[in-house]
């Protein structure tokens, strides 16, 4: 059986973008979460921000690494298995992608030694600013790359000439048409990542009745948060959809499954696509609403997968479930936000363990639905590179052979791997911990204590005899040192 380079290619990028998305979108949101908290702290003084910040900050450390970790090998699959993609668009992507190095990358990196090693050493007005200069650092880079991304989507503001890309107008080709409702939907999207994974964090400690008044403190802003933030999204997400419509109709006929171009169309709640046969069986649909919720009409016209040939077809089944995952979490989001609202009632969201162990499972919940949109996003754009101009096959490495591209497969998979345990790991150290390690060192009032002068002005528990050794030892290597 012979290895298909194209395939095996595919499926590589796939599994490496799908591998890091995870971490950028929780990032993103994590950082702001984080700024918010340095900003109470440095507006009332209170430890307890503080302290949360000081947690969450070891928290987005881990998760920031493991992100640059696996974003770097993308940029290089570019040239190893999309050699003639990176050349015949360089021209635009080239400079995008450097964009984003030199004013979301440099800001991250600089500020980042400030958040994570600047404490006490700096103002505390200066280790807020760096917060704040890493959130937006995050903000500036997921704007160039879903600009990269949005053009390949909708491309414009350029030109075709020998077989290769120009750019002609650089404010159409980076503010094109599918940028801002994406860049939008993708910004909430990472707020609500953080806000779940606060929230679940949040739940898991208070189940365990450790340190309460902190988490519970935590746990009720995030859901404020998670309250406009997940109604918010329905309505953003809606508007990402018709700017689908409009421009990528084919890619909504797969998400509806919707076959034939016709009016009145229902929404299919349930169905199993069948590609080779251009139909679905099991039908479980609402008449009319797709027509309605896609044109606003209830009569309204929907194009059909067969306005394309079959070989232009995106993977009709995998873009359909994929749809309804992503849409069943965001229905779930707003469900639980709305509930947290009803159990403030006499603190309940605090104390209710069935409530607690939904925002725990909650937690996970965002990364499905991310890993869900980009399913549909991307292999619903199939087998466009730059759509409905330029194929995967067109883009592939032509010296690539299948083989070569198992072998690197299998070694981003085993990598990833271990990249991904050695996280886990120490995030769930962190997470053990929790924040009590950062009550060390301040007493009640806040204050740093003062250090001990010698050993003997510390407050042994040994015996006399105990000490009386430790002081010789450490006049004797005193007397050593100054003789030197």
């Not at 015949?88 to 030199?102: H, K, M, Q």
């Not at 919720?293 to 016209?301: N, P, R, S, V």
Request: charged share 15%; glycine share 8%.
């Amino acid at each position: 059986m012979e290895l298909d380079p194209l395939l095996l290619s595919r499926i590589q990028f796939a599994f490496v973008v799908s591998f890091h998305a995870i971490f950028p979108v929780f990032t993103i949101g994590l950082a702001s979460y984080i700024a918010c908290l340095e900003g109470l702290y440095y507006k009332t003084g209170n430890k307890d921000w503080e302290r949360l910040s000081k947690f969450w900050i070891q928290v987005f450390a881990v998760v920031f690494g493991m992100g640059v970790v696996s974003g770097i090998v993308m940029a290089f699959q570019f040239g190893t298995n999309w050699s003639n993609f990176a050349y015949t668009a360089a021209n635009f992507l080239g400079p995008v992608l450097s964009y984003e190095v030199v004013t979301a990358f440099f800001l991250e990196a600089a500020f980042l030694g400030v958040l994570l090693f600047g404490r006490d050493k700096v103002p505390q007005g200066i280790h807020f600013f760096a917060a704040c200069m890493v959130a937006l650092g995050t903000f500036i880079s997921s704007f160039w790359i879903l600009s990269a991304n949005s053009w390949m989507h909708t491309p414009a503001g350029v030109e075709v000439r020998d077989g290769l890309y120009y750019v002609a107008s650089w404010s159409e080709a980076i503010f094109n048409a599918s940028l801002w409702p994406r860049f939008f939907h993708m910004a909430l999207a990472s707020f609500l990542t953080g806000g779940f994974v606060v929230a679940g964090v949040s739940a898991w400690y208070l189940l365990r009745k450790r340190d309460v008044e902190l988490h519970g403190r935590a746990l009720s802003m995030t859901l404020w948060l998670l309250l406009f933030i997940a109604p918010a999204q329905v309505v953003v997400g809606d508007l990402h959809g018709l700017n689908t419509f409009e421009n990528q109709p084919t890619k909504v006929a797969a998400m509806e499954g919707n076959w034939e171009t016709s009016s009145g169309v229902p929404l299919l709640l349930f169905a199993i696509p069948d590609q080779e046969n251009q139909t679905n069986h099991f039908e479980i649909a609402v008449p009319k609403l797709a027509s309605f919720i896609l044109t606003h009409d209830w009569d309204g016209e929907v194009p059909g997968l067969n306005e394309v040939p079959v070989d232009e077809q995106p993977p009709v089944a995998i873009v359909f479930w994929a749809f309804r995952i992503m849409i069943a979490i965001g229905m779930a989001m707003v469900a639980v936000a709305v509930t947290g609202l009803f159990m403030r009632r006499g603190k309940r969201y605090l104390t209710a363990p069935w409530f607690l162990n939904t925002l725990r499972l909650m937690a996970v919940t965002p990364f499905i639905a991310v890993l869900a949109g980009w399913f549909v996003t991307e292999l619903g754009r199939a087998p466009w590179l730059i759509y409905e101009q330029f194929s995967h096959a067109d883009g592939l490495t032509p010296s690539l052979t299948g083989g070569m591209a198992l072998f690197t497969l299998i070694g981003y998979i085993l990598v990833y791997a271990m990249i991904f345990s050695a996280g886990l790991y120490y995030l769930m150290r962190v997470l053990r911990t929790g924040a009590e390690q950062h009550d060390y060192g301040y007493d009640k009032s806040g204050k740093r204590p003062k250090r001990p002068l010698s050993v003997a002005d510390a407050d042994w528990e040994e015996d006399d005899e105990t000490r009386s050794k430790w002081n010789t030892t450490a006049q004797d290597l005193a007397d050593e040192q100054g003789a030197r």
